[in-house]
């Protein structure tokens, strides 16, 4: 069974990167056909792509945050790590890596525990 494991820093200053990496487990991260993603859900909102990589390196981006994520990956690690520049003060999120299938980039099928993240005003 495919497990994801959300980690990185808790909290951000404001102007700050934040960095945060999804660990994989039961399964790899190159096999065909899934998508990795980012998402995020700031509190009473809904649900915001962010990006993903395919299972062939290739990735994608909201074009809503101005190229300011960059999804990299480790298949050594089997994990996939996200970079979001510029991260807006006073707007937490909690931040969710998950599974992707490719035939719907919409198709979450497993999901990591997600872990809140908060941005100092």
């Known amino acids: 069974q495919v497990q994801l494991q959300e980690s990185g820093p808790g909290l951000g200053k404001p102007s700050q990167t934040l960095s945060l990496t999804c660990t994989v487990s039961?399964?790899?991260?190159?096999?065909?056909?899934?998508?990795w993603s980012w998402i995020r859900q700031p509190p009473m909102k809904g649900l915001e792509y962010i990006g993903y990589?395919?299972?062939?390196?290739?990735?994608y981006y909201n074009p809503s945050l101005n190229s300011r994520a960059s999804i990299s990956r480790d298949t050594s690690k089997n994990q996939f790590a996200l970079l979001l520049s510029s991260v807006t003060p006073g707007r937490p999120a909690e931040y969710y890596c998950?599974?992707?299938?490719?035939?719907?980039?919409?198709?979450?099928?497993?999901w990591g525990q997600g872990p809140q993240v908060a941005v100092s005003s």
């Open positions: 998950a599974r992707v299938d490719s035939s719907n980039r919409y198709l979450f099928d497993c």
């Open positions: 039961g399964g790899s991260i190159t096999t065909r056909y899934y998508y």
């Open positions: 990589m395919s299972y062939a390196g290739n990735s």
